[in-house]
């Protein structure tokens, strides 16, 4: 017997998700009944997150496949999107999960300008350009929801991440402009800031000394894990958050105000 979910029938768009955030909400969205597009550049970590997606839709109607994409490409966007509408007929979700930090990060006298491009390239000009492709699908369906990834370096000062923090400032700037010049479109535009998440990357890098621990330290309810995440994103989907539009939500356990 199939069970009626949160998202049944609805399409979504997830970038970045063969692994980490990306993955939990690609699974969530599939549980709550949705047809997923898993958006991954790592073709293996995408066609693993598609089954494992389509095994947790199995009672719902929830069905997932996964297509190469590139998001600072805008040839391999236009690509994945035509893809997902020859698969599934609509575009309803969009949720641009793609982007990270990396340790060449730096204060802006020291970081290096090929890390600056390259965290604008992914985080800020990847936001930009899946949207432009997938906003004119979204408003043919009659609206839709957009779910962009902010962080906690958008909310608080989070020094020597100079790079990431200009790209996840500028996500939450596009993220309150298009839900304003979108709105009569019925699209909604929100975005996740989450803080120290527990994905394979936080992991490795929470075994060796850094910053990263001082962050973590603050968190006042234990560390994230990507299915918290994933959850605030399946709301942000939903009818559930019909009203809900240019917010920025902090998933942080706490960190941005301790």
Known sequence: MRHMGRLQEKVAFITGSGSGIGRAAAERFAEEGAKVVIAEIDEVSGQAA?????????????????????????????????AAIGRYGRLDILYNNAGGSTVADGMVTEAADEEFWRAITLDLYGTFLCCKIAIPELIKSGGGSIINTASIAAIKAFPGHDCYTAAKGGVASLTRSMAVEYAPQAIRVNALAPAVTLTERVRERMSKPGDVHKLAAKHLLGLVTPQEVAEMAVYLASSESRVVTGQVFSIDSGASIA
Do not use: H, K, Q
């Not at 095994?55 to 719902?60: Q, S």
């Not at 109607?61 to 297509?67: K, R, S, T, V």
């Not at 040839?75 to 999107?81: G, K, N, R, T």
């Open 50 to 82: 598609a089954c494992a997606a389509r095994e947790r839709g199995a009672l719902t109607g929830g069905d997932a496949f996964a297509i190469r994409c590139d998001v600072s490409n805008r040839p391999s966007v236009e690509a994945a999107i035509t």
